[in-house]
């Protein structure tokens, strides 16, 4: 958004207000997300965020009804304010919401306590009860596109086999709900505790284990192995895992990183470190599959 998008919006959402500061805040690659500094009429003081609308994700009317719920649900989320279809004071759709005071960095003496906090927070997102929530995707079939994001080459012709001879594996299980993108980028922290899950553009309803392979892949680019091997295992203490659905949707979570990381706007360095990541990750759940007895 430009910034006289951005004095619109708030004359318009916060009239006798006046808007002091616009600071871009770091997220993913798909939304704008910005914190405006406000001062009413009465000088009181207060900062909001405005995220635009991406070009992929929910639809905003849809994760602002999302966000309703989740709040009202008692999971920490930033309060949605209001939703503008974006017609008269942008381009694009936007959400605002309240802006909650942390950050998202772990410094490295609280590394294990997060982690362990991230595990029972992902285990508590796949537990809230989903009968007051909006009718969301629905995120199944492990196998889903699979075959679309598997690397190319002779290495991976077995596993390339492999799926295709099983076809389909549908989640028999009751669908919960999945935030789709968490990681330590989408947590603001208040010391060791999670003050708000935030960016729920991608989420869904369906098999948690496909959470649970993301998560464990993007703290794979960050940490090193043992951590990441107590977060799961922090993880399992709540939620039943199943070695070969997990193997399942870590194939598929790294084969799409693959496809599609080379739009995030990513370092070179650091792409290549992702890249090697998501490989391994491959090779290391179809070493689990493929010896797999029949």
């Known amino acids: 958004m430009s910034p006289e998008q951005i004095v619109r919006a708030v004359s318009r959402h916060f009239p006798l207000t006046t ?3 616009v600071e871009p805040l770091k997220g993913g690659v798909s939304a704008n997300v910005y914190r405006l500094d406000l001062t009413r009429a009465d000088g009181a003081r207060r900062s909001i965020v405005l995220r635009e609308k991406g070009k992929s994700g929910l639809v905003t009317a849809l994760e602002f009804s999302l966000l309703t719920a989740l709040h009202e649900a008692g999971l920490p989320t930033p309060l949605p304010i209001a939703l503008d279809d974006g017609l008269r004071d942008a381009t694009s759709p936007f ?14 003496d609280h590394v294990d306590p997060r982690l362990l906090t991230m595990a029972q927070t992902l285990a508590a997102v796949h537990a809230l009860p989903t009968g007051d929530l909006p009718k969301l995707p629905l995120r199944l079939d492990p196998l889903s596109e699979v075959l679309d994001f598997l690397p190319v080459g002779g290495e991976w012709a077995p596993l390339r086999s492999h799926c295709a001879a099983l076809g389909s594996s549908p989640y028999q299980g009751v669908p919960v709900l999945l935030h789709g993108d968490f990681w330590p980028q989408n947590l603001i922290w208040n010391g060791n505790r999670v003050a708000a899950i935030l960016d729920w553009e991608d989420a869904a309803l369906g098999d948690p284990l496909s959470d649970l392979a993301c998560a464990i892949l993007e703290l ?20 039943e895992i199943d070695p070969h659905r997990l193997a399942l949707w870590q194939v598929h979570v790294a084969s799409a990183a693959q496809q599609y990381m080379g739009d ?27 010896s797999r007895p029949a």
Do not use: C, N
Request: no cysteine; charged share 25%; proline share 3%.
């Open 220 to 239: 794979r680019y960050l940490y090193d192995d043992a951590q990441v091997d107590r977060f799961q295992a922090a993880y399992g203490l709540r939620t």
């Open 95 to 108: 959400i605002l919401m309240s802006f909650v005071e942390g950050g998202s960095q772990i410094p490295g």
């Open 19 to 21: 808007l002091r500061k």
């Open 264 to 290: 995030w706007g990513l370092e070179p360095a650091r792409e290549a470190h992702m890249r090697q990541t998501a490989l391994r990750q491959i090779r290391e759940a179809a070493e689990a599959l493929l």
